[in-house]
């Protein structure tokens, strides 16, 4: 029961900062070209790196910015916040590959906001926006370069900064940089009952079936190991939950043959 998988992304809601409960913010806003920024304005990690890695990392390079004065105009009280946090930032050309549907809808739950160049996502930020534009500037050097950063990115989806108008190098108004404030999540217990193959629940004693016990999905333990692959959870609930059901069946159909 030891074995919890914490997801290094999980909304902080502008209006609830201190809920417990967190809105998980889809690994695709990254894979789809989304960076991660310490309360500097910098990049300090592989975003495309395991959920464990990314979570280390922000755990040790960010500490939590200040979401009530970035996000909300709320007089009322607000919990304490999250300890550690990043801004997770993606230009026009990552959120037009995520898709702007979940992107409104993160918009409509007060999970994402938009600026409308970079001094507004600067200053949004509260970040130096020099440091923030050399930030952007090294991302995207790697990316046409073809090479690793850093951090040791090799795949670099979408461009970080977003393009300028050649007249006077201002951001063009209608493009937009999306942001919003993240947090290390519990998502998912590696732990739990164990069973066998039909869906069983194993005694802890001796490891015999309990009669007439069946789990499937997060309940049970041993499927996975200390950590599970990002996927296996609902496969996991498909695959045992049938089971479980067909064994179900099985025991009703002959109790009542009995």
């Known amino acids: 029961m030891d074995q919890v998988?914490?997801?290094?992304?999980?909304?902080?809601?502008?209006?609830?900062?201190?809920?417990?409960?967190?809105?998980?913010?889809?690994?695709?806003?990254?894979?789809?070209?989304?960076?991660?920024?310490?309360?500097?304005?910098?990049?300090?990690?592989?975003?495309?790196?395991?959920?464990?890695?990314?979570?280390?990392?922000?755990?040790?390079?960010?500490?939590?910015?200040?979401?009530?004065?970035?996000?909300?105009?709320?007089?009322?009280?607000?919990?304490?916040?999250?300890?550690?946090?990043?801004?997770?930032?993606?230009?026009?050309?990552?959120?037009?590959?995520?898709?702007?549907?979940?992107?409104?809808?993160?918009?409509?739950?007060?999970?994402?906001?938009?600026?409308?160049?970079?001094?507004?996502l600067a200053a949004a930020l509260r970040v130096d926006q020099a440091v923030l534009r050399k930030t952007l500037q090294d991302h995207d050097s790697a990316r046409d370069k073809g090479t690793h950063d850093e951090f040791g990115k090799s795949v670099f989806p979408q461009s970080a900064l977003n393009p300028l108008t050649p007249s006077d190098d201002k951001l063009q108004i209608q493009i937009q940089y999306y942001w919003g404030i993240v947090t290390p999540s519990i998502h998912y217990t590696m732990g739990g009952v164990r069973f066998d193959d039909m869906a069983r629940v194993l005694r802890a004693a001796d490891g015999a079936p309990i009669p007439g016990l069946l789990a499937a999905g997060e309940v049970t333990g041993g499927l996975h190991g200390a950590n599970r692959l990002g996927g296996n959870s609902l496969l996991e609930c498909v695959v045992y939950g049938r089971e479980a059901g067909r064994q179900a069946a099985t025991l009703v159909t002959s109790a009542f043959s009995a």
């Open 5 to 120: 998988q914490v997801h290094p992304t999980g909304f902080v809601k502008s209006t609830d900062p201190g809920n417990p409960t967190k809105f998980l913010a889809a690994e695709a806003l990254r894979g789809e070209g989304g960076i991660l920024l310490n309360g500097l304005g910098r990049r300090f990690v592989n975003e495309l790196d395991t959920r464990d890695q990314v979570t280390d990392a922000m755990n040790k390079f960010c500490s939590a910015p200040d979401t009530r004065a970035r996000h909300s105009a709320s007089t009322e009280e607000i919990p304490k916040e999250p300890l550690t946090a990043a801004f997770l930032v993606l230009s026009q050309a990552a959120a037009d590959s995520f898709g702007h549907g979940a992107l409104g809808f993160y918009e409509k739950m007060g999970l994402m906001s938009r600026a409308g160049g970079l001094e507004e």
